[in-house]
Nanobody, 124 residues
Framework: QMQLVESGGGLVQAGGSLRLSCAGS????????MGWFRQAPGKEREFVGG????????YYGDSVKGRFAISRDNAKNTVYLQMNSLKPEDTAVYYC?????????????????WGQGTQVTVSS
């Protein structure tokens, strides 16, 4: 089984940057497609982006494309979310998730493993 733990959240001013990490255990990341989601209070959980295990294909949600970047380090069993040009509307709890198929869906129901989330707050 896969266990996921996010870290790196915190408070940052608008226009700043933050890097989130997701460390896995129980299974190597090389066998899983990884996704990032976020959820703000009172809003639906939103797809941020994901990366496949086979060839590193990356997909982003429209709201973050051009500002965020996903990468993975299979040797460290870690996936990263680099967030740049942060806006107050990026404030949310950010979750990483994993699935065994080599595709990145935007639907949260397609991911079988989830971390506990890490809070990101962007001030103006």
């Amino acid at each position: 089984q896969m266990q996921l733990v996010e870290s790196g959240g915190g408070l940052v001013q608008a226009g700043g940057s933050l890097r989130l990490s997701c460390a896995g255990s129980g299974r190597p990341f090389s066998s899983y497609t990884m996704g990032w989601f976020r959820q703000a209070p009172g809003k639906e959980r939103e797809f941020v982006g994901g990366i496949t295990w086979r060839d590193g294909r990356i997909y982003y949600g429209d709201s973050v494309k051009g500002r965020f970047a996903i990468s993975r380090d299979n040797a460290k069993n870690t996936v990263y979310l680099q967030m740049n040009s942060l806006k107050p509307e990026d404030t949310a709890v950010y979750y990483c998730a994993a699935r065994s198929s080599d595709y990145v869906p935007a639907e949260e129901s397609r991911y079988g493993y989830w971390g506990q989330g890490t809070q990101v707050t962007v001030s103006s």
